[in-house]
């Protein structure tokens, strides 16, 4: 039987909150055979089977795991999506780069990316700024593990920004040449401020790598 490529986290009549496992499409692409193999087509047919709706609200790039959320309403949606787009959402992931890091790293590393078209994302300054935040985590056999807080949500932020910074994300094939079975970045945690709509707000999972995730935010 094939594995299902996510684990509920936590579910209301609001929100369902998964764990998305890696090399799986968050939503289908202009590949037709991502049509119903992707996140968003199995959570709508699990919601299917219950009668309830489904509705996506953020992405998570294909190589990358970790945290998502998804509203069961459009009244739901629209206040999650709005926090994305305002940046009240506090996004924290976990990587692995090969350098041994410094234990006092710590970086809030902003440049200007575009997607191409074919689909690349790479600096360009007439694109979008993207804000990424780097702490050291710890070290661990293959690298060292750091803490990451994204403050936008471009496609391929954090990857590009460790590349442009001369850090080797383990894994990552397309910037850092890495050929690593898995690439090493997990998205841990989704802080969203407390609302009415929500009887949870913080949607996290326990790190794969930082020993300590570090985060005290209460919100």
Known sequence: MK???YQILYEDENVLSVYKERNVFSVATEDIKTRYQNLFSYLKSYAKRKGENIYLVHRLDYETSGVMVFAKNQETQRYLKDCFENRSVIRLYEAVVKE???????????????????YHVKEDEKGKEAITE???????QIGTALRIQIHTGRK?????????LSLTLI???RYAKDTAKRMYLNSYA??????????????????????DPMFDYNN
């Open 3 to 5: 594995k299902c490529p």
């Open 100 to 118: 041994n890091v410094k234990e006092d790293y710590h970086i809030l590393f902003s440049q200007m990316i575009k997607e191409n078209a074919s």
């Open 134 to 140: 780097i702490y050291y985590g710890n070290k661990i």
């Open 156 to 164: 391929n932020q954090i990857r590009l920004a460790l590349h442009s």
């Open 171 to 173: 894994g990552d094939k």
């Open 190 to 211: 989704l802080i969203f401020p407390k609302s009415d709509l929500l009887k949870e707000s913080r949607f996290i999972t326990p790190c794969l790598w930082l020993i």
